[in-house]
């Protein structure tokens, strides 16, 4: 309606036409991104270390499972303690390399890595991305 005169069905079409544009177009813009993350990682010194643990995960019956066992026994980082646990974090909080696995390339439910960073090499499980 324009001042309340009914709009002609070529300009109704073309109007129908504009808004589908519009819509499809932003919805390629819409994608909602991962706000938190809850992700669980290995810390070791060396990349063979890494690859070696990461070859005895998805080797397991229960890869997470082995995951936080050989986090206990292998992590340099205090979370071992946890199983590798880190809880819950935001994009950016965690170095580049590891943020871009947990909220850009990785897959949850799988070990990821080996992920060099400055502190070492990485495994990393994704649990959880919201």
């Not at 709009?7 to 177009?25: C, D, I, Q, R």
């Amino acid at each position: 309606l324009r001042g309340g005169v009914t709009n002609s069905p070529a300009e109704m079409k073309t109007s129908s036409v504009l808004l589908l544009a519009l819509v499809g177009f932003a919805a390629l813009f819409s994608v909602a991104e991962a706000v938190s993350a809850d992700a669980s990682h290995i810390l070791v010194p060396d990349e063979a270390t890494c690859a070696k643990l990461k070859t005895e995960i998805e080797g397991a019956s229960d890869p997470f499972e082995k995951f936080t066992e050989l986090a206990k026994e292998h992590s340099t980082c205090p979370s071992g303690k946890s199983g590798g646990s880190l809880g819950t974090f935001q994009p950016g909080q965690m170095v580049k390399e590891f943020n871009d696995v947990v909220f850009e390339t990785g897959t949850i439910g799988k070990v990821e890595g080996p992920v060099k960073t400055q502190f070492g090499y990485h495994l990393i499980w994704i649990t959880r991305r919201a």
